[in-house]
């Protein structure tokens, strides 16, 4: 029997700048939708500016998906973090939102 209240659930960690530590899940459809869409978009461009505050929405999105039921609003994202390090959680948390999905376990 495929039991789901006994199943582990996998998450990625992340402690911010200030101290704040969240441990988020797998993204649902909506986020995974707009995680797919930001790097797609990111890719066919080099002019980052005009797409900043949609990186800080989905930053946003990423770090509200948490364990911990802590929402962040983008004024927040942008008081906590710069965009090297907005780049680095959406790359770590693509990177693990992929692998859930290859792990055969």
Sequence with gaps: ML???QRAKKRLAVKLSDE???TIGAPKKKL???LGGLEKTLKATTDIEPLYD???R???DILSNNAEHRVFTV?????LMDIEDMALLIRE???FAK???NDPN
């Design 3 to 5: 039991d789901y209240t």
């Design 20 to 22: 704040i530590a969240v």
């Design 32 to 34: 995974f939708s707009k």
């Design 54 to 56: 949609e990186i800080l």
């Design 58 to 60: 989905v930053t946003a």
């Design 75 to 79: 004024d927040e994202v942008d008081e």
């Design 93 to 95: 948390f693509s990177a």
């Design 99 to 101: 692998g859930l999905t």
